[in-house]
């Protein structure tokens, strides 16, 4: 399935400041798949080398990792050429070999003309770093709706959105709403968008989601210290019950009587570095830059695949899209808000939220855009009347104003509509095309 990620590697390989590529994502998000379509879409000859599968590969990055030394023994060994800028040398699962991590400094020093990629779904816990400044980084996370969108074959739909045709989108929003109502079941994980196009079977992507659900749970134990095992459990288990909230703002009472953020420190950061959870913080002074006025013991945390929330969830499959049910609506809204954070994520925008301190105001993503903070309010359904957003507006005044819903694209004054299967448009309605609108 095609991978909006694969244009980033176009670029990688053309580009003249081109350094060994290191592919980071969780687990089960396609790092493998795509880079040997990669590779044999656009390299004559691949060596695919896996440290997690094949202990022996260890041995070719020793004492000496020169890469002159390294290309004469992998060739030999694998009687293979390994021809610069017409070979793809791929280390899966580098996490596994730290002078494997290391000789990429040298390979980018000493031997840029060899294309070199790593990858690993341990990579920002794993013992042991990588050379500051030695690489490119490239992040690959679940598909978005776009993806999904071209993943089963509705190309022309998808470029019908990305035109922006008010009218024509506008005809088609029946048509939009239930495949959206699709991905928030199937969601965005490869295996299980290929359950669904393999089988048609609604049935067969929950059994997969349950599988990845249960493959995690297991990467907990093999991967985690004794003592932070049942608390990464207890952190993963409690997000679909805080996101089902009025207030979905993260408290560790919520994983049990009196627990403490210290405790479960490094849990929590073992969840977000492996990026099975996102982190959203709070801010109430919306000011640049974001970071700087983060609130960090006020946050969310969101799972990184709609899907796998839903399935978490145990969501019944008529609640989307038995016609006594409305999706958008169901969970407090909670599927919308963990749609919409996972687009803003694959634009590659890190979001905050915005909040009173009083509690009687609250929106749910701001980010950072340019010189400009934009508010974006979340409504699950077709009702958007916002008393937060009114808030927000009469203190900052915000040039621009983002609400995603189900209704059509529209402007008033600096509030901007948009439908929530077209939030992943927005950086151009932001950008060239905000005057077009």
């Not at 040997?36 to 440290?51: C, D, R, T, W």
């Not at 094949?54 to 020793?62: A, I, L, P, W």
């Not at 030999?76 to 040398?89: H, S």
């Not at 109502?181 to 992507?205: Q, R, T, W």
Request: charged share 25%; glycine share 6%.
């Amino acid at each position: 399935m095609e991978r909006f990620a694969y244009n980033d590697l176009i670029k990688w390989k053309n580009s003249s400041y081109r350094k060994p590529l290191l592919l980071e994502g969780a687990r089960q998000v396609g790092k493998t798949w795509l880079m040997q379509e990669f590779a044999k879409n656009e390299y004559s000859n691949v060596l695919y080398l896996n440290f997690e599968k094949d202990q022996k590969v260890k041995s070719f990055f020793g004492d000496n990792i020169s890469p002159a030394r390294i290309i004469t023994q992998l060739k030999g060994y694998f009687e293979i050429e390994i021809t610069p800028n017409d070979t793809l040398l791929i280390l899966d699962e580098i996490q596994e070999c730290q002078r494997a991590k290391d000789s990429l400094k040298y390979f980018n020093e000493d031997a840029p003309q060899y294309h070199i990629m790593a990858a690993g779904s341990f990579l920002g816990i794993a013992g042991g770093k990588f050379p500051v400044g030695q690489v490119n980084r490239l992040t690959l996370r679940p598909l978005s709706f776009y993806e999904y969108l071209l993943a089963t074959g509705q190309e022309i739909r998808l470029k019908t959105l990305q035109s922006g045709d008010k009218n024509i989108i506008a005809s088609l929003a029946g048509i939009y709403e239930e495949e959206l109502k699709k991905y928030f079941y199937i969601g965005g994980m490869p295996e299980a968008v290929a359950a669904f196009l393999e089988s048609g079977s609604m049935k067969a992507v929950r059994e997969t989601q349950n599988n990845i659900l249960a493959d995690y749970k297991d990467d907990f134990a093999k991967h985690i210290s004794k003592n932070d095992i049942e608390k990464v459990r207890m952190i993963w288990d409690s997000i679909p019950g805080h996101l089902a909230k009025e207030n979905k703002k993260f408290m560790y009472r919520g994983i049990r009587e009196g627990a403490r953020s210290w405790n479960y420190e490094n849990a929590m950061l073992w969840l977000i570095d492996t990026r099975l959870v996102f982190k959203v913080n709070k801010t109430e002074n919306p000011t640049i830059p974001l970071i700087r006025n983060m609130e960090r013991s006020a946050f969310k945390l969101f799972m990184l695949d709609i899907g796998l929330l839903s399935a978490k969830s145990n969501l019944d499959i008529k609640t989307f899209f038995d016609a006594d049910y409305n999706v958008f609506n169901e969970f407090k809204g909670a599927l919308a808000e963990q749609y919409v954070l996972q687009q803003l994520i694959s634009l590659g925008i890190q979001p905050f939220y915005w909040g009173r301190s009083r509690g009687n105001a609250e929106i749910d993503f701001i980010i950072q855009h340019g010189n400009s903070i934009v508010p974006i309010e979340v409504k699950s359904g077709d009702r958007t009347k916002s008393k937060s957003l009114n808030v927000y507006n009469e203190r900052y005044n915000p040039k621009c104003q983002i609400r995603t819903s189900l209704k059509n694209q529209g402007i008033a004054d600096t509030l901007y509509s948009i439908p929530l299967y077209m939030i992943e448009s927005f950086a151009d309605i932001l950008g060239t095309k905000l005057t077009n609108f």
